[in-house]
């Protein structure tokens, strides 16, 4: 996510042409990420490990792990969310909703990351495998437990967030948000974002069923997206690179364009899980 303050006329004019490929290349990535929640099942599970396996990929070269560990980080990342993929996904599973389903997730998480920093003797690359392996499991379990609905909308949450930061931090500018750590961002585009969150649960709400509660939740929410992309900022910033990766025109890398969705996922699973959605 990424918010801008005004600039010159000049300055606008030379950033159109990668605005115009960020808008081309995030409405590709929206609609083959909705193709495959509408779908559900194994399309949706593939993309999800995809993206953890790719997150895993950028998070290994930012902490500067050489390609050995690389490799072996992104197998970590690949066998953990199809593995523990195929339990979100089982109904039998979460039978009476109990948040004690959690803790055999949680654990075989902990090992896994354990057994790789022991392996690779990096403890900063292992802990990348819980911040790409159990977001993507948390989308799994809010897809094939909770509905299209819910999942679609933690989605959308990130989107409209990250689209109401943007527009709203370069048309109104004023004080930055983080300088230190993204020196683009401002409070203006946090309110923009925020206020889209809303008016977005509030479609949801009204159109589709939506509990009342995502509206509740929806400020809370994207402020914390926020937070995940502050966080990455920051790891970027340590790496010393603009971007996670170039995967994707115009947004950078996977983590680039998923670090809102890291804490979002998470929440919204753990307050499904609770009954608080």
């Not at 159109?16 to 909705?34: K, N």
Request: with cysteine.
């Amino acid at each position: 996510m990424n918010d801008t303050a005004a600039a010159p006329r000049s300055t606008s004019a030379a950033r159109s042409p990668d605005l115009g490929t960020r808008i081309a290349s995030g409405a590709v990535m929206m609609v083959v990420a909705l193709g495959c929640l509408w779908a559900g099942g194994l399309p949706f599970r593939l993309l999800v490990t995809g993206a953890a396996v790719l997150m895993m990929a950028e998070w290994a070269g930012l902490v500067h792990a050489t390609r050995w560990r690389q490799w072996l980080a992104a197998l970590f990342a690949f066998g953990l969310v199809i593995a523990l993929g195929e339990i979100a996904a089982t109904p039998e599973y979460w039978l009476g909703g109990s948040p004690s389903a959690l803790r055999p997730i949680l654990v075989f998480s902990v090992g896994a990351t354990l057994l790789l920093a022991l392996v690779t003797l990096h403890v900063r690359l292992a802990i990348g495998l819980l911040y790409a392996a159990l977001p993507a499991l948390a989308l799994i379990y809010l897809r094939d437990q909770q509905g299209l609905v819910l999942t679609v909308w933690a989605m959308a949450l990130v989107w409209a967030t990250d689209i109401g930061a943007f527009f709203a931090g370069r048309a109104i500018g004023g004080p930055k948000l983080a300088p230190r750590v993204s020196p683009n961002k401002t409070w203006a585009g946090l309110i923009g974002g925020v206020i889209a969150a809303e008016v977005l649960s509030l479609v949801f709400a009204f159109g589709f069923g939506l509990s009342w509660a995502a509206v509740y939740y929806a400020t809370f929410l994207a402020i914390m997206a926020q937070v995940g992309d502050l966080f990455e900022s920051w790891l970027k910033r340590r790496a010393g690179v603009k971007d996670s990766g170039r995967l994707l025109p115009g947004h950078g890398g996977a983590l680039d364009r998923l670090d809102g969705l890291v804490p979002v996922a998470l929440i919204v699973a753990g307050l499904a899980i609770a009954g608080q959605l």
